[in-house]
């Protein structure tokens, strides 16, 4: 499933943990308070984090303080306050083990889903 | 009677490795307060989630190609590149809560109004290395906030 699929938000919702491991980009799924509910493998991988240790951390707050800014964290904060669907997806930089990488983020949120996400597709060399 | 002992193996040793520089990867990762490393010529080595935070509204995350501090800063001040290049000796503090203002952010979304809007930039140049930048950045909004408020209420 590629990472411009335009029905991925529901894809992604309908998927188990072990399903989600199998895309070849990092998925992070977090629920209302931002408790993160779903990592996978990709993302565990490239990060070199645990997933045992991610899932249940803060998403913002523990996992990537890189994203608590209006660019991420605000957009879905909009979405929820309006009530309104969220597919965003933007260049971005983040810092993995310190070293600065430039990604792409899909942001997917829906009001009547109980997990949002933050999809990461790491750019080639 | 003999007794066992067990004798630290070295890959008992190079686990407590990993495990502390996973404890020290944690820490910077999670540090306030923005942090670079850089060489005398602005390409960025290193720099933590919060410095890729505080440089966003400089465009960090539009363009291509390597990391380079100046130009990211460039779009502020140019002023941390004439600093280092002016700075004569090898090692010690080159600036010291030097603050710039960011650009205003152009955006319709209620979120954007909490993007910063002043940075304070702290660089050194650390002992035993030549080619070696230290950048330190803090988010220095808050001030610039209470200085505008004052100002407004000052008596005309």
């Known amino acids: 499933m590629p990472f411009d699929s335009p029905d991925l938000f529901d894809n ?19 629920d209302e308070q931002g408790i993160i509910q779903r990592y996978n493998a990709h993302e565990a991988s490239m990060a070199d984090f645990e997933v045992d240790t991610v899932l249940g951390q803060h998403v913002f707050i523990e996992l990537a303080p890189c994203l608590n800014n209006y660019l991420v964290a605000g957009r879905f904060e909009d979405s ?16 993995f083990r310190m070293r600065p990488t430039r990604v792409s983020l899909r942001l997917l949120f829906s009001p009547s889903a109980p997990l949002r996400f933050v999809l990461v597709q790491r750019h080639l060399a | 009677m003999a007794m066992s002992t067990s004798t630290p193996t070295s890959s008992d040793a190079e686990a407590a490795l990993r495990a502390e520089l996973r404890g020290l990867m944690q820490f910077v990762h999670l540090a306030p307060v923005g942090l670079v490393q850089a060489s005398l010529d602005g390409q960025i080595s290193l720099m ?16 291509m190609g390597v990391f380079n ?58 002992p035993g290395t030549s080619d070696c930048l230290m950048v330190v950045l803090t988010d220095e909004s808050a001030h610039i906030k209470l200085q505008r408020i004052k100002a407004s209420w000052a008596p005309s």
């Open chain 2, 69 to 126: 501090l100046f130009d990211i800063l460039d779009k502020a001040s140019p002023d941390l590149r004439t600093l280092v290049q002016t700075f004569k000796r090898t090692t010690g503090v080159i600036c010291d809560h030097y603050r710039i203002l960011l650009p205003e952010i152009e955006s319709d979304s209620p979120a954007a109004l909490d993007a910063p809007i002043a940075l304070g930039i702290t660089a050194l140049m650390l």
């Open chain 1, 12 to 30: 992604v919702c309908a998927m188990s943990p072990s399903e989600l491991d199998e895309l070849p980009f990092g998925v992070i799924g977090f």
């Open chain 2, 48 to 63: 933590n989630p919060m410095a890729t935070q505080l440089l966003a509204p400089l465009n960090l995350n539009d363009g």
């Open chain 1, 80 to 95: 929820q306050a309006q009530g309104s669907p969220l597919d965003e997806t933007m260049p971005y930089v983040l810092s």
